[in-house]
């Protein structure tokens, strides 16, 4: 029995409200429009804490805020690199609708004299995504991805992923393997980074969570043959429908690095081949 009990709690899949990804982005109400919230390091990349991450614990504090639910455009603007520990999220209402509803969030962490530092300021527009048309016309094409069981994750490769950090082992990426040839030392240069997605502890995607997925594979500037951090300037994301339960498939292209900045467009597909991201991002690249 006592065994039994055990294989089942191996392979109990986490649900939406009880995951790491919730507990980790959960945000307590010290007063009107301003949470507590505490970053996890469990979701750092090199030294700092993962953007997309970031962004879906402002997103947590918004939808406690604002009267709809759920994302459908958010942009965020990365101030000052956020480190693990506390935060202070203040929101304000901008307006609300019918339909949709715009909020403010800012993100504070202190320095080491106590004074408060901005690190992110983002501004959303929510709705209720159930309740959008129905009605899809698009050019959008699913992307080619190899099946899973072809496709190659962190301990696969025979050097280690760079920059490789804590985020790793709270995801369950599968790329592409046409666009992991920095991992052994001959990127494509062409720019492209697609692969299949979860969260490691099973937990199936919602709208939430969809604001850390467009911003968790590698960079593209690994592919441009380029290594290093590449921090987020700005990131804009739009949720589109509900994803369905089931792995999601990613794909992120840059056709431009100009100046040292570089754009990133992601899209983000679900189960039921329905688009349901997309985002574009200005980072800068690496600086070598």
Known sequence: MAQAATQAAETAQATIGDSEFDRDTAVTLREEGVYDAELSAGWTIIRAVNGGYLLA???RALGETLPHPDPLSA???????SVPGP???????????????????????????GTEV??????????????????VRTTAEVPAIPPREHCLGPSDGPAPIPGSSAITERLDIKLDPATVGWAVGQPSGRGEMRGWFGLADGRDADPLSLLLTVDALPPTSFELGLKGWTPTIELTTHIRCRPAPGPLRVSITTRNLAGGFLEEDADVWDSADRLVAQSRQLARAPRG
């Open 57 to 59: 614990v402002l997103g």
């Open 87 to 113: 935060a202070v999220i203040r929101t304000q209402v901008v307006r609300t609708g019918r339909t949709l509803s715009t909020g403010e969030a800012s993100l504070f962490q202190y320095a080491e004299d």
């Open 75 to 81: 942009s965020a603007h990365y101030l000052t690199a």
């Open 118 to 135: 901005e690190r992110i300021r983002v501004l959303a527009t929510y709705c209720e995504l159930d309740a959008l048309s129905d009605d």
